[in-house]
């Protein structure tokens, strides 16, 4: 019975996986238009940066410095 239920719980979760592929999809694609990641989904550094800075780790300042934001 345990065993049933694990399983079950496998597959709704699964399930629940597989609808969010679209909404992720479409996030990547966005971040590629905004040069934030590569064609191969690494993170560049202007998306390095960004997340340091929407972060609060970093302030503006070095963003312009070295050139980074467009």
Do not use: H, W
Request: a negative charge; hydrophobic letters at 45%; charged letters at 30%.
């Amino acid at each position: 019975m345990l065993r049933e239920r694990l399983a079950d719980l496998r597959l709704a979760i699964s399930d629940q996986n597989l609808d969010l592929i679209p909404d992720y999809e479409q996030r990547l694609d966005v971040l590629r238009d905004l040069r934030f990641i590569n064609e191969n989904s690494t993170v560049l550094l202007k998306g390095r940066v960004a997340c340091e800075v929407s972060s609060g780790n970093l302030g503006p300042s070095p963003v312009f410095f070295f050139r980074v934001a467009d």
